[in-house]
Structure formats: C-alpha cells, structure tokens
C-alpha cells in the first residue's frame, strides 16, 4: 500500500531478475485515492520499462480496477483503447459548460474501443492549439458559435442552439470510429 516502498522493491526485484513481472499497488484505498497510487506507482516503474502485466487493486466496483489499469496504460501510451479525451478544466472564458460537457460526453462514448483523441476546450485561447492535435476537436466560440476540428483542420462552426454538443460530437466520434474499424478491416484482407 506504499507507493515508494514498492516502486523500490519492484526496482530491486527487476535488478534481480529476468523474469516477467506482474505489478500492482496492494490495498491502494478507495476509487480516487487508490487509482492515484496506482497511477503513480505502476506509471513510473512502466515508463521505467519495468513490469510486464498490470493488476489494480482498489476498494471499488472491479470494473473501475480495469478501467483505470486501461488508463494508465493509454495514458503511457502503452496501449490504446478507447477515445482519449483532452479538455480543460474551464475559466471564466469558457463558451459552454466543460466540465458538465464531457462528463456526459465521457459516459456516452465509453463504448467506443476504437483509439482516436478528442479535444473539448472551451475558449479559443486554448482551443485551437489542442484540436490540431487531435482527431476530433471542439474549440468554444462566442454566441455558441463554437468550432470543430477534424485532424487538426478547421472542418465546421457549430451553434449549439438546435442540438447539444455532446450529440454532434458522439456522432462524430462514432462515424470516424466506423470510418477507423472499415480500414482495419480492408487492410487486413
């Protein structure tokens, strides 16, 4: 339950051997500690190149385990399942309600295991700089007039007055997932 003290220990232990390691952080704590301890601790023995499978141990419904192991691994870019969403953590220049916009948005698309980044920032402070990095990116406009991003190219302006945003934009995830999965399939054949 020591972060350090198994994060030294895992270190002695591949020093020691050439075997497989399996890692994991014992009795963590509850969903937000433990996957802190979690993260901290298998993150930095896995960047270190140390550790060849992962469990996650938390006082938590055991599908929280596997979700946080997936995204401590896609957060080291070790594996990548699943849509990888950037966004702020809102100012007074926000042009729409963030934290509210990708907590829906989040849950919506948990079913997507197709990789793909998205960008939810919400002022054009920030905005733009992030959506060229990503595969889908909204950038919060003024009037609601906001401004989406497809591969990091200005691709349309949206005004969120006749649908909401977290619906234009699970729509667009699911079409380029669907669009991702059809050229797996042809390049596979």
Not at 116 to 127: L, P, Q
Request: hydrophobic share 40%.
């Amino acid at each position: 339950s020591d972060v350090f003290m198994a994060v030294a220990a895992y270190q002695q232990l591949a020093d020691a051997c050439d075997y497989p390691i399996h890692l994991g952080i014992t009795e963590a704590g509850g969903l937000r500690s433990g996957t802190i301890k979690s993260a901290i601790g298998m993150g930095n023995l896995l960047w270190a190149g140390i550790g060849d499978t992962i469990r996650v141990s938390l006082s938590a419904d055991p599908v929280e385990e596997v979700k946080v192991g997936f995204d401590i691994l896609k957060s080291l870019g070790l594996r990548h399942r699943g849509v990888n969403v950037v966004s702020c953590p809102s100012c007074a220049r926000q042009q729409f309600k963030v934290i509210d916009t990708v907590a829906e948005l989040e849950e919506r698309i948990a079913h997507i295991t197709t990789p793909m980044t998205v960008s939810i920032i919400g002022c054009v402070v920030n905005g733009p700089g992030e959506a060229l990095m990503t595969d889908i990116g909204l950038t919060g406009g003024g009037q609601n007039n906001h401004q989406v991003y497809i591969g990091g190219e200005k691709a349309h302006r949206f005004n969120n007055g006749d649908l909401s945003i977290v619906d234009h934009i699970v729509a667009m995830i699911e079409e380029k997932a669907a669009e991702i999965e059809t050229a797996q399939k042809i390049a596979a054949e």
